[in-house]
């Protein structure tokens, strides 16, 4: 599968922004999705995943309760809709999909196959 991350973008502390990502070649539904992130000099770290057989959703402690991750089959396209942006969320932002249906809870530790290109996000304090 491939896909295509976008949505990437500046905003000031407390804003929004929505990323998507975009699949082609397999169909999403087929796939756990997950977003993760790297700040610079930092590690990649798992943001959240949505697994595709019941919908089932995971999230980083620090973005709990700020941060939503939906899917839509039928478009082929996974979200993660980002409200009250911290500095400390600025990262390039990755999707990627996993060859599994499930995200399992140990999902940010997992393989995932096949991963976008990025998108900035960048929160300004």
């Known amino acids: 599968v491939q896909l295509q991350a976008s949505g990437g973008g500046l905003v000031q502390s407390g804003g929004s922004l929505r990323l998507s990502c975009a699949s082609s070649?397999?169909?999403?539904?087929?796939?756990?999705i997950g977003w993760f992130r790297q700040a610079p000099g930092k590690e990649r770290e798992g943001v959240s995943c949505?697994?595709?057989?019941?919908?089932?959703?995971y999230y980083a402690n620090s973005v709990k309760g700020r941060f939503t991750i939906s899917r839509d089959n039928a478009k082929d396209t996974a979200y993660l809709e980002m409200n009250s942006l911290k500095p400390e969320d600025t990262a390039v932002y990755y999707c990627?999909?996993?060859?599994?249906?499930?995200?399992?809870?140990?999902?940010?530790?997992?393989?995932?196959?096949?991963w976008g290109q990025g998108t900035q996000v960048t929160v300004s304090s």
């Open positions: 990627a999909a996993r060859d599994a249906y499930m995200c399992g809870s140990r999902w940010h530790l997992v393989i995932f196959g096949s």
């Open positions: 949505i697994s595709a057989s019941d919908g089932s959703t």
């Open positions: 070649g397999s169909a999403l539904r087929d796939h756990a």
